[in-house]
């Protein structure tokens, strides 16, 4: 398959390397076209995949069946509308963390998702897929945690472009998981917004319920867009440990003459 991935960062990194491991074609372009450039002399020596791998300009979307938004929510919805029609029929790929920069805060509305806003700016020609939202960038580039293969959600409305994505999944050595419709189950498009191995009893609330209860994301570093995750043997938690509402000292008792702190 031809893919075109936006973006030179971390994530284009990884996704890049996986599908090169999957045979396929990989083109990458980006608005510094020079760090396209460099990522492509990168992964041209490290790489052992068998695919092909090249820089270009932005006319690159056109000529992918699949292209995969490796930047920013916000620059991807950007992206999204001014292709627009140029993405007519092709699979576009969200894989968007819709959160502020200090992870505090989504920048989507309750009710709504990353996935439905690039959808609703790309236009209904095109086939929004969810997905690799929940990988960390630098797992994604051995495609693996221990020897297990790294899950990857795959959220769409549209069930062709769902198992397409699911093939270019397991051909770089990951395992698809299809989560259906990217309605706004959570903001992150119907996935779990939790990194891989992370036992599903252990795994954080979801998104849209942490919005709801006014507490935080947990900026630590289990979170895939800040960062490694946490090191072997320590217990990851969903437990939010910072306070965003006032805290107001329990006042003194005949029993407990000081104020109580929080
Ligand atoms: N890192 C992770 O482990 C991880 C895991 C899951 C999902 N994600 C998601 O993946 C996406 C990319 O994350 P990343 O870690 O790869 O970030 P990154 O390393 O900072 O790379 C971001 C890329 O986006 C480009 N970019 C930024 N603003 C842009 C704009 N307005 N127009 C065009 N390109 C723009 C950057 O270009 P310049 O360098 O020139 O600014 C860079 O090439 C984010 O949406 C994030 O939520 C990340």
């Known amino acids: 398959m031809k893919i075109t991935i936006v973006g030179a960062g971390n994530m284009a990194r990884g996704i890049a390397t996986r599908a090169l491991a999957g045979g396929h074609t990989v083109t990458i372009t980006a608005k510094d076209p020079g760090k396209a450039v460099l990522l492509v002399d990168e992964l041209g020596e490290q790489a052992d995949g068998a695919g092909r791998l090249s820089a270009a300009g932005e006319s690159a979307v056109e000529q992918a069946y699949i292209v995969v938004l490796a930047v920013p929510f916000d620059a991807a919805e950007q992206l999204a509308a001014s292709y627009g029609p140029r993405l007519a029929g092709k699979v576009l790929i969200d894989i968007s963390n819709p959160v502020d920069a200090t992870l505090d805060a989504l920048v989507v509305a309750p009710g709504t ?150």
Request: proline share 15%; glycine share 8%.
């Open 113 to 262: 998702s990353a996935a439905e806003r690039i959808a609703a700016a790309a236009g209904e020609q095109v086939r929004v897929v969810k997905a690799f939202n929940t990988t960390f960038a630098t797992t994604l580039v051995t495609g693996q945690v221990d020897g297990t293969p790294l899950d990857v959600f795959i959220a769409s409305d549209d069930e062709g472009a769902r198992k397409e994505v699911a093939e270019l999944v397991a051909s770089g050595g990951l395992n698809p998981v299809d989560v259906r419709r990217t309605q706004a189950r959570t903001p992150t498009g119907g996935l779990p917004a939790a990194p891989h191995g992370a036992p599903a009893q252990r795994r954080r609330p979801r998104l849209g319920q942490h919005h709801q209860d006014r507490r935080p994301l947990n900026p630590s570093s289990a979170s895939p867009t800040a960062g490694p995750p946490p090191p072997r043997g320590r217990q990851w938690s969903p437990t939010l440990t910072r306070r965003t509402t006032p805290c107001t000292p329990a006042p003194p008792s005949p029993r407990s003459p000081r104020p109580r702190p929080c």
